[in-house]
């Protein structure tokens, strides 16, 4: 499966913005989706995960009541809805599946076989 993210930008902080993440190739129902984010200087971190045909769904303590995880079937695409923007959500996002679909929602991106390339998200003070 290919996975291609995009909705990134520059917003100030309070703001909004919906990450997408488009995948061709395969159907999604096949996999766990994620969405991790890495800032300059950082390590990689988890930041959203849901199983695709139910609605479990596991967030990062710190985006958890700002950031929602999403998906439309018809589209075979899985959003990011983050809200209430921070300086320190500032990073590059990327989207990934992991298999199968019955599988658990891993917080640890070694346990995610694809990878979209990143879309950077900027959020001023």
Do not use: H
């Not at 950082?42 to 995880?69: C, L, P, Q």
């Not at 891993?106 to 995610?112: L, P, Q, V």
């Amino acid at each position: 499966v290919q996975l291609q993210a995009s909705g990134g930008g520059l917003v100030q902080a309070g703001g909004s913005l919906r990450l997408s993440c488009a995948a061709s190739g395969s159907t999604l129902s096949r996999y766990i989706m994620g969405w991790f984010r890495q800032a300059p200087g950082k390590e990689r971190e988890f930041v959203a995960a849901r199983s695709w045909s139910g609605g479990s769904t596991n967030y990062a303590d710190s985006v958890k009541g700002r950031f929602t995880i999403s998906r439309d079937i018809t589209k075979n695409t899985v959003y990011l809805q983050m809200d209430s923007l921070k300086p320190e959500d500032t990073a590059f996002y990327y989207c990934a599946a992991r298999w199968p679909a019955w599988g658990q929602l891993s917080t640890r991106g070694t346990e995610y076989d694809y990878w979209g390339q990143g879309t950077l998200v900027t959020v001023s003070s």
